[in-house]
């Protein structure tokens, strides 16, 4: 296990180690992705109060000779070249392992908004930009890991990456497990969305994001969703694809997968009020008119202990101990 440390609720980053001498950075590990990629030499201000990895220094560095961009979701981009290096989770090492030495960061990457140094992809490798193998199956296919599975604990104290296995003081009972549907994302059928206790959306298409903060959700379902559950549009005043709802009445969503429903507690769901003092308040789950699938992201993940099984391609849920 390596302890996570979390950024407000916004992200969760934990410890890695790169190259030969191994230098320590931070990452945001993303299911959602499946590259890593650090600040590099190259990068000066954009990526500037973050660790560098300089691959002049690692003895165990190639240069791929190859370049990268990228895009996430809310629009980040960062750009650099293709190295390969050792790279270390937990004590155990990827050799050879394929990752980009940014050049350039966009905003979204600036200290001042992303506190960890670089972000480590633990998607499939179907998902990746660089055409690798992402750290995770690297240590899987080198034998590093004793199981091929990986889990998240994500919550206000405590959150930690468990390698290879799960941690059975962080969860009760047994886990729920939903096959992946297609191996890129981590994209599973949830079987109902609940609002107030009311089951109002089925067999919902999604991705197992937690590199996504919020839950998003196509337009016409989260709409239905809030007019049951007492919400407002709020895209004219707090942002595009925003509820609100009254602070005094929090409503009550879960999540049920393979028939098991989760409850995604009041406190992850309110994102707080509008404004100081406003008796309205901001829900974690938004609509985008853009997106195929949900994401579900850590407005939810922070409710449970998730697994994410390489070898039988599921993702499992259990309830946090
Ligand atoms: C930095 O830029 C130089 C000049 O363009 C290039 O030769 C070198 O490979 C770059 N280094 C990295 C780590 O991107």
């Known amino acids: 296990s390596i302890p996570l440390t979390d950024d407000h609720g916004q992200?969760?980053?934990?410890?890695?180690?790169?190259?030969?001498?191994?230098?320590?950075?931070?990452?945001?590990?993303?299911?959602?992705?499946?590259?890593?990629?650090?600040?590099?030499?190259?990068?000066s201000s954009t990526c500037s109060g973050h660790t560098i990895y300089n691959p002049l220094t690692s003895t165990t560095s190639k240069d791929l000779g190859g370049t990268f961009t990228l895009t996430y979701g809310d629009g980040s981009t960062v750009e650099g070249e293709l190295y390969s290096d050792t790279v270390s989770i937990a004590g155990l090492s990827a050799t050879g392992q394929t990752l980009g030495a940014a050049s350039q960061y966009s905003t979204g990457f600036a200290k001042s908004q992303f506190p960890a140094d670089g972000l480590l992809g633990m998607a499939f490798q179907?998902?990746?930009?660089?055409?690798?193998?992402?750290?995770?199956?690297?240590?899987?296919?080198?034998?590093?890991?004793?199981e091929p599975v990986f889990a998240f604990k994500l919550a206000t104290s405590g959150s930690e990456l468990h390698i290879g296995?799960?941690?059975?003081?962080?969860?009760?009972?047994?886990?729920?497990?939903?096959?992946?549907?297609?191996?890129?994302?981590?994209?599973?059928?949830?079987?109902?969305?609940?609002?107030?206790?009311?089951?109002?959306?089925?067999?919902?298409?999604?991705?197992?994001?937690?590199?996504?903060?919020?839950?998003?959700?196509?337009?016409?379902?989260?709409?239905?969703?809030?007019?049951?559950?007492?919400?407002?549009?709020?895209?004219?005043?707090?942002?595009?694809?925003?509820?609100?709802?009254?602070?005094?009445?929090v409503p009550k969503v879960s999540f049920t997968f393979s028939g098991k429903?989760?409850?995604?507690?009041?406190?992850?769901?309110?994102?707080?009020?509008?404004?100081?003092?406003?008796?309205?308040?901001?829900?974690?789950?938004?609509?985008s008119s853009i997106i195929t699938f949900w994401i579900v992201g850590d407005v939810f993940l922070s409710n449970v202990y998730t697994i994410f099984d390489f070898g039988n391609i599921r993702v499992g849920f259990a309830d946090l101990a």
């Open 11 to 43: 992200l969760w980053f934990g410890s890695i180690s790169v190259g030969t001498p191994a230098v320590t950075y931070t990452v945001d590990f993303d299911t959602g992705s499946s590259d890593l990629f650090l600040p590099g030499p190259n990068c």
């Open 126 to 146: 179907s998902l990746s930009d660089y055409r690798a193998s992402p750290v995770f199956q690297t240590l899987v296919s080198e034998g590093r890991t004793s």
């Open 165 to 249: 296995g799960t941690d059975s003081k962080a969860y009760t009972g047994e886990f729920s497990y939903a096959d992946v549907v297609l191996p890129a994302y981590w994209q599973v059928i949830m079987d109902s969305i609940q609002g107030n206790g009311h089951a109002s959306l089925f067999s919902v298409n999604c991705i197992i994001d937690t590199g996504t903060t919020l839950v998003i959700g196509d337009t016409f379902s989260v709409d239905l969703l809030y007019s049951e559950v007492g919400g407002t549009d709020a895209s004219d005043t707090v942002g595009e694809g925003f509820y609100t709802f009254p602070c005094n009445n």
């Open 261 to 287: 429903s989760f409850p995604i507690s009041p406190s992850t769901f309110n994102l707080g009020p509008v404004a100081v003092g406003s008796p309205d308040c901001v829900g974690g789950i938004v609509a």
